[in-house]
């Protein structure tokens, strides 16, 4: 679950988001559609932790994200909208440090891992360095490594964004079971479509403010 109490973040003068308010519930898919520079990512990377706002709150699953953030972001599965990866890595060995950032069992994480790289089209790339893999590929392995510690929330931006149709409909279909499984998804995107396919309930935003919120 994701709770947004009167969150607001300036950068100078410039106010990118203004006093949003917000309640997504667990298993809800919520798309929060807008054009670029309308505030998606500012909100993202508050609700992750990465900016601290400049006024209001935001819980994830209970924990407030700035006050409780080891315990609020251990329920989060992240993918920005440019992922980073340590290039020099492998795609197996970038998950096997993610499953330990998220102390997932060995066992269990080398099960998830199997999975997940079948799942997403990984298997030719396992081996590969990072650096060698081309974007639609790294997209499809952040999104994985996002997956591997069954995170309760699931927080994506714009994931659609360098994927083949048919890998678009791969995660896709991913998503919505898991968030028929339960997860809370968040998806940030300036596509129309992607958000009327996917979501029970989209937010317009506009320079900053939520200007429209329905099914």
């Known amino acids: 679950m994701i709770e947004i109490s009167d969150l607001s973040m300036d950068y100078g003068s410039l106010r990118a988001l203004d006093r949003l308010n917000l309640r997504i519930e667990p298993g809800e898919f919520f798309a929060f559609l807008g054009p670029n520079a309308a505030g998606k990512t500012t909100t993202i990377k508050l609700l992750t932790g990465l900016l601290r706002p400049t006024s209001g709150r935001a819980m994830i699953c209970g924990f407030d994200i700035q006050e409780q953030p080891i315990e609020a972001k251990r329920r989060v599965g992240y993918v920005p909208d440019v992922a980073e990866f340590y290039d020099k890595l492998t795609a197996l060995e970038f998950m096997a440090f993610i499953a330990d950032l998220f102390e997932v069992d060995p ?12 799942r997403f089209s990984l298997i030719p790339h396992a081996t590969q360095r990072i650096e060698n893999l081309s974007h ?3 997209q499809r392995l952040a999104i994985a490594s996002a997956l591997l ?21 791969v995660v896709k279909e991913e998503l919505k079971a898991r968030s028929k499984a339960g997860v809370t998804v968040f998806l940030s995107t300036h596509l129309l479509n992607v958000a009327e396919e996917l979501a029970d309930r989209v937010g317009i935003i506009h320079r900053g403010r939520l200007i429209a919120l329905g099914t």
């Open 136 to 138: 639609g590929t790294k």
């Open 107 to 118: 066992a269990h994480a080398r099960q998830r891992t199997a999975e997940l790289v079948e």
């Open 149 to 169: 510690h069954n995170p309760e929330v699931i927080i994506i931006d714009e994931p659609m964004v360098g994927l083949d149709p048919i890998n678009a409909r």
